[in-house]
């Protein structure tokens, strides 16, 4: 059933569409970069306990 959801078609365009988007974060967020350090000095230590506490609660809500 997998398989033919796969087309050689969507592949081609989900493989593209991921490169294009991996790509356009990395130049925004190297542009962004010294900003982010000047204006959000504890950002990614808030961001890093936020998705550890989302993954956290969704796994312990998952196993009860």
């Known amino acids: ?5 796969l087309t050689t ?3 081609i ?8 988007f991996i790509i356009l974060i990395f130049f925004s967020f190297k542009k962004d ?4 350090n000047q204006y959000y ?3 990614p230590t808030g961001i890093l306990i ?3 506490l989302f ?3 969704l796994f312990g809500y998952v196993i009860w």
């Open 1 to 5: 059933m997998l398989i033919a959801f």
């Open 9 to 11: 078609g969507r592949i």
């Open 13 to 20: 365009f989900s493989a593209f569409f991921a490169i294009t």
């Open 33 to 36: 970069a010294k900003y982010l």
């Open 41 to 43: 000095e504890k950002a």
């Open 50 to 52: 936020g998705i550890i």
């Open 55 to 57: 993954f956290a609660l």
